[in-house]
């Protein structure tokens, strides 16, 4: 993973980038929210630590720019005197966190550990062309997708890896997926469940009772794609902030 580390203090910079690269991150560094625009422009990292007040443009408006570049782009931004409202606006532009100084690194590289495997998605749909199209979609994207069409064994999938969400056809086979939503939401109750049905009118109570049991969003088909990377990616951000405010 490719890290880029944007201050203007240098020594700051050195200190970092020596930690990443001794826990085999890939650092990138720049002095300058300009130079830290820069660098994504011309080589895209996988996540980027920055300070929040630096001289020409500060943290906020870099990332902006970033952002602008990589829509999906994780940011932390890093200030020793932040503000209440230079926190809030941080993450309404997009911040995953803002951090004190002297970094937690524990809380960073907790942070850039978990930021990989939380790209995992399981789809479950008995569909299987809808499922290869919509692997091979959300795989192009940057996800790591697996596939199940048997419900039975969707807990034991859960089991074997960390995923980020299950993508779930609310009717497999004869029969509605609320008994298997159940069992998901009974042992994993916080795994987020995304719902996607063909049937609108003909589920319609059963929409409502996967709301009760506490789905996280449903979509229609055809849906479009970018509605659900936007809740995988609302998703990511929700729980990759938790661990940091943690």
Same mark, same amino acid.
């Given at each position: 993973?490719?890290?880029?580390?944007?201050d203007d203090d240098q020594r700051i910079v050195k200190?970092?980038?020596?930690?990443?690269?001794?826990?085999?991150?890939?650092? /990138?560094?720049?002095?300058?929210?300009?130079?830290?625009?820069?660098?994504?422009?011309?080589?895209?990292?996988?996540?980027?630590?920055?300070?929040?007040?630096?001289?020409?443009?500060?943290?906020?408006?870099?990332?902006?720019?970033?952002?602008?570049?990589?829509?999906?782009?994780?940011?932390?931004?890093?200030?020793?005197?932040?503000?209440?409202? =230079?926190?809030?606006?941080?993450?309404?532009?997009?911040?995953?966190?803002?951090?004190?100084?002297?970094? =937690?690194?524990?809380?960073?590289?907790?942070?850039?550990?978990?930021?990989?495997?939380?790209?995992?998605?399981?789809?479950?749909?008995?569909?299987?062309?809808?499922?290869?199209?919509?692997?091979?979609?959300?795989?192009?994207?940057?996800?790591r997708v697996e596939t199940e069409s048997e419900p039975?064994?969707?807990?034991?999938? #859960?089991?074997?890896?960390?995923?980020?969400?299950?993508?779930?056809?609310?009717?497999?086979?004869?029969?509605?997926? #609320?008994?298997?939503?159940?069992?998901?939401?009974?042992?994993?109750?916080?795994?987020?469940?995304?719902? /996607?049905?063909?049937?609108?009118?003909?589920?319609?109570?059963?929409?409502?009772?996967?709301?009760?049991i506490g789905a996280y969003a449903c979509l229609y088909?055809?849906?479009?794609?970018?509605?659900?990377?936007?809740?995988?990616?609302?998703?990511?951000?929700?729980?990759?902030? =938790?661990?940091?405010?943690?």
């Amino acid at each position: 993973m490719k890290i880029l580390v944007v201050d203007d203090d240098q020594r700051i910079v050195k200190t970092t980038c020596d930690i990443l690269q001794i826990k085999g991150y890939e650092p /990138i560094a720049a002095s300058s929210g300009e130079e830290g625009v820069a660098k994504v422009k011309s080589d895209p990292p996988d996540c980027v630590l920055m300070d929040l007040k630096m001289a020409g443009i500060n943290g906020i408006e870099a990332m902006g720019q970033m952002k602008r570049i990589v829509p999906g782009l994780p940011v932390i931004l890093v200030s020793a005197y932040a503000t209440r409202e =230079n926190i809030e606006e941080a993450k309404r532009t997009g911040a995953y966190a803002v951090l004190g100084k002297p970094l =937690n690194f524990p809380a960073v590289l907790s942070f850039l550990a978990l930021l990989r495997k939380e790209e995992n998605i399981l789809v479950v749909d008995d569909d299987p062309d809808f499922s290869r199209t919509l692997k091979e979609i959300l795989t192009l994207r940057g996800f790591r997708v697996e596939t199940e069409s048997e419900p039975r064994k969707v807990l034991g999938q #859960l089991e074997q890896g960390y995923q980020l969400a299950v993508v779930l056809d609310l009717k497999l086979g004869t029969g509605p997926g #609320l008994d298997l939503l159940r069992e998901i939401r009974a042992k994993y109750p916080d795994k987020p469940v995304v719902l /996607i049905t063909g049937y609108r009118r003909e589920m319609g109570d059963s929409i409502e009772q996967a709301q009760r049991i506490g789905a996280y969003a449903c979509l229609y088909k055809p849906f479009e794609t970018d509605d659900l990377f936007r809740l995988l990616e609302e998703i990511k951000v929700e729980k990759l902030r =938790n661990l940091l405010e943690e």
